[in-house]
Structure formats: C-alpha cells, structure tokens
C-alpha cells in the first residue's frame, strides 16, 4: 500500500475507532439514568409525621439530587388513589400493617411498597399522665363530664379503628373530627387546665415529648400493635427514577431522629423548610449515609 494512500486511510480509522468505543460507552449506560430536573410528585397528609418525611425527602431530592419536586396536600384515601392511579409519584406515610389496610389492600395493584422508613410506630386513644384510668375499658366512667373523643380528619386509619373501638368498648362518648391541629390545640387547653380528655394519638409524634401522655390498653387489640411507616411509589417509577428510588429506600430514620426533626419543623418561624433545613445541618452524617454513591 503506498503512503499516500495510508495518509488517507488512516483518519478514517482513527475517526471509526473513537466512534465504536463511543457507541461502546453508551451501550454501557443504564437506559434510565439520573434525569436533571425531571419532576417528581409527592402527595401527603397534614400529619406531623408526614409533613417531616415528605419535606425532608423534598429537600435532599432537589438540592443533593437535582429533581424539580411538586408536593400536594390531601386526605389519606385520596393520597392512595393519587399513586395508585400514577398521577403522583410518592406517599411516605404508609402505616401498615393494620392503620392503613383498607387503604392499601383497595389500590395494592397500583403500588409499589419500598419498604419501612420508620419503625415502632403506635397509634390508639390516648390520655395525659394526670389522669387515674388506664385501660380504654375505664372510658366511660372517666369521661362522665366530656363525652367526646377528639380525633383527626376522618380519612385517617386512625379514625377507622377510634369508631370500631367505640362499638367494641361500647363506649358512651362520641367521636368528632378535627384537623391535627385543631385537635392539639384541644390537648394543650385541656392539659394547661388538668381537665379530662382524650385524643386519637400516635407515635412518632411531638406532642409526647412535649405533654406527659400515655396510650389507654387496649385489651381486644383494636388498634393492633407496633407498626411500621412504609414509602410507596406508583408503579414504574423505580424503573423511570431509579436513583430517586434507591433514595426513598435509603431514608430511614429511628425515634430520635424523627423526633428531633418534627421538633425542629414545630417551632421553625418561617415553616418546615426551615426546620427541615436546620435538621439537616445538624445531620449531615446521617444525610451523607443515605446519599452515598
């Protein structure tokens, strides 16, 4: 072959090289990788939990992971059919296995469960130390003067399994429905006064660390036990997201950090975000944990 002809073989071959070891480099690459500024959509209750999870899940999936988050507000039902039907993408305050059943058994076929984030949760009628009574048997003796249970919005699981603790107690009092924060409003003037009352209560939740409160026995296991605090996601998205996924799966937090971040979201002055902020400077090794890799 003489030189002149090599002269313009030879970028040719360079150029068809380079190119196969692109095309090489990007076989290689996942077919969902991380999508900057794709959008996500979370759906909560206005629960203290939920409010916590989902905005700390906000914060480190648009500042660390660069995802554009859309948030709405909704009762518990609503919050299922929303992922289920794949309009949203998320609900990160799933109590299972007893709270929310009916919830999840009714849109299961739209859900993908990513498993616990909280552990050791508990929910049930519950009563300021103060108060000589602990059974919920012993409710209707002690409530002669306040016939009413304070409860939440009247979606919650909770409130599913107040109205079958009233038929299965035969209870003489009545359940009503608030906003949670109607209801602790409620808890602080009762308290503040020493006066009877008794509220649909759950842990993880801010308001044991700041009253001396106790859950009420529940003999016939109405309310069940220990529970867990699953994410959820439509289904798909772990296929369409995947690192956003692998993030929802990795935040798991334990009592006391819960706690310290419902805490921090309580008494921020601007509202959540800078609670969840100051949480978060706070943390850092913990966030780092879940970001890794």
């Not at 002149?4 to 090289?17: E, G, H, R």
């Not at 419902?262 to 706070?282: D, L, S």
Request: glycine share 4%; proline share 3%.
């Amino acid at each position: 072959m003489n030189r002149k002809l090599l002269s313009k073989i030879i970028p040719y071959a360079a150029a068809l090289f380079l190119f196969l070891i692109f095309l090489s480099c990007e076989a290689d690459k996942p077919d969902t990788d991380l999508k900057k500024d794709a959008e996500l959509n979370l759906v909560y209750v206005d629960w203290a939990e939920g409010v916590a999870l989902t905005y700390l899940a906000e914060a480190l999936l648009e500042n660390e992971l660069d995802y554009d988050i859309e948030k709405k507000m909704t009762d518990a039902d609503k919050a299922f059919s929303l992922v289920a039907s794949g309009e949203y993408d998320a609900f990160l305050d799933v109590w299972l296995p007893k709270t929310h059943k009916q919830y999840f058994e009714k849109h299961k076929d739209g859900l993908k469960d990513l498993g616990v984030n909280y552990e050791n949760a508990r929910t049930g009628f519950v009563v300021p130390e103060y108060l000589q009574l602990s059974t919920i048997n012993e409710l209707n003796d002690f409530t002669s003067d306040k016939k009413i249970i304070y409860g939440i919005d009247t979606t919650a699981g909770i409130m599913n399994a107040a109205r079958e603790a009233i038929d299965a107690y035969n209870l003489n009092l009545q359940l009503k429905n608030f906003s949670e924060d109607e209801m602790l409003k409620n808890l602080e003037k009762a308290y503040r006064q020493k006066e009877t009352i008794v509220v649909t209560g759950w842990i993880p939740h801010w308001m044991f660390t700041k009253y001396n409160l106790k859950f009420l026995d529940d003999p016939n296991n109405i309310f069940g036990t220990e529970e867990s605090i699953h994410t959820v996601v439509r289904h798909g998205f772990t296929q369409e997201f995947p690192i956003a996924a692998e993030f929802l799966r990795r935040m798991k937090l334990n009592k006391s950090q819960l706690n310290t971040l419902m805490y921090e979201i309580q008494y921020a002055r601007t509202g959540p975000e800078e609670g969840v902020e100051n949480w978060i400077e706070k943390n850092q090794f913990i966030v780092n944990d879940w970001l890794r890799g």
